[in-house]
C-alpha cells in the first residue's frame, strides 16, 4: 500500500502567505468541505486558524478534518466522504 505523501502548500489567510503540510487525504477533505460550506479555501484555513488549541497550524488542520468526517459518519455530508484508502474525497 503506497502511502499518501506530505505535501507543502502554500496557501493565503488573512492577508498573508503561509505553508501547510498535509497529506493529500486531507487536503482533499478540507476542499471537500470547504466546498460543502460554500466558503473558499482560504476562509476555511483562516478561520481553523483563528480557533485552533495546537501550535501547528497542519495539525489544526488535519484534526479538523477528522473532526468533520467523524461527526459527520452517519449522514451523508452532501454526498461527500473521505476516502483514506485511497487519500481522496469521492462523491457518493
Known amino acids: 500500500m503506497k502511502q499518501s505523501a506530505v ?3 502554500s496557501i493565503v489567510i488573512a492577508g498573508h502567505k503561509t505553508s501547510v503540510s498535509l497529506e493529500d487525504a486531507f487536503w482533499n477533505g478540507l476542499k471537500a468541505i470547504a466546498n460543502v460550506r ?3 479555501l ?4 483562516a478561520s481553523i486558524d483563528t480557533q485552533r488549541q495546537q ?3 497542519s495539525s489544526a488542520i488535519r484534526l479538523f ?3 468533520f468526517y467523524q461527526l459527520n459518519e452517519d449522514t451523508p455530508v452532501r ?5 483514506v484508502r485511497n ?3 469521492l462523491s457518493v
Open 87 to 89: 487519500r481522496s474525497a
Open 65 to 67: 478534518v477528522l473532526d
Open 79 to 83: 454526498n461527500v466522504r473521505l476516502d
Open 55 to 57: 501550535a501547528n497550524l
Open 7 to 9: 505535501v507543502k502548500r
Open 42 to 45: 482560504s476562509d476555511l484555513v
Open 38 to 40: 460554500k466558503i473558499n
